[in-house]
């Protein structure tokens, strides 16, 4: 995956907003591109003056905002890994397993998967507590975080990431009811010409086969265009 969130580039627009706040800017604003807007009320006594933030600040807190990011990336791109592993013809494949025992590894494997989505989308929920927590680890004041971390936070495509979290949710499901029904059926499928595919004996059980494994392969591509989404 390429990266999803560049940090120096989406906190590029906070540095303009220090520098036009500052005692030598203009006065005038552009009305179509007016300053950045901090989620807090600023106190009483703020002052541009107050606002202002040198190269050392902004390399200080462009670095304790990457630490939330940096781990975000890595459990995502983890994530994606182990997608990767339940989308290879295999996994829908009955012939693939050699037992049922191969199958209960599968369930566990598939709990891992879970787990991770689950700590993915709990690191998403908690990234404005996470980065509200470094920034001010970081010496950054009350005024300047909330505007950091908001240009942060409004940096994230979240309908895109709700999207994909949903589906996620929905391809786990779909495989652990596959895993589910190879159990159940164990034996009752042959090989066919298609070695991505497997025969059952059973009409009703064939049935089911197709449903569950259509729904797996469209779900799936739902998940990689939202991946897609979320890295250009």
């Known amino acids: 995956m390429q990266c999803v969130f560049v940090v120096l580039a989406a906190l590029a627009p906070f540095a303009r907003a220090q ?10 604003k552009n009305a179509e591109n007016p300053p950045l807007r901090p989620t807090a009320k600023p106190s ?12 050392q600040e902004l390399e200080r807190l462009t670095k304790a905002a990457d630490k939330v990011l940096n781990r975000i990336q890595s459990e ?10 339940f989308e290879k013809p295999d996994r829908l494949n009955p012939n693939s397993y050699a037992s049922k025992e191969e199958i209960a590894q599968w369930r566990g494997i598939l709990q891992q998967f879970k787990e991770k989505h689950d700590l993915v ?17 970081a010496g950054g004041n009350e ?27 929905d391809f786990i499901d779909e495989h652990a009811r596959l895993l589910a029904f190879y159990e159940k059926n164990w034996g009752a499928w ?20 197709k449903r569950l494994r259509l729904q797996i392969l469209n779900t799936s591509q739902e998940i990689e265009k939202e991946y897609k989404e979320m890295s250009e």
């Open 76 to 85: 995502e791109n983890d994530l994606y890994l182990r997608l990767n592993y």
């Open 44 to 55: 009483a006594t703020a002052s541009p003056e107050q606002l202002q933030i040198n190269p």
């Open 190 to 209: 042959t090989g066919t010409s298609d070695s991505n595919k497997a025969e059952f004996t059973s009409a009703s059980a064939a049935n089911i086969y």
């Open 19 to 28: 520098q036009a706040d500052s005692p030598a800017a203009k006065t005038q």
């Open 143 to 169: 005024e300047i975080v909330a505007r950091f971390k908001k240009i942060i936070i409004d940096g994230f495509p979240w309908s895109t990431i709700e999207k994909k979290k949903n589906l996620i949710a």
């Open 121 to 137: 989308t709990k690191l998403y929920a908690d990234v404005g507590k996470d980065l509200d927590s470094e920034l001010r680890n």
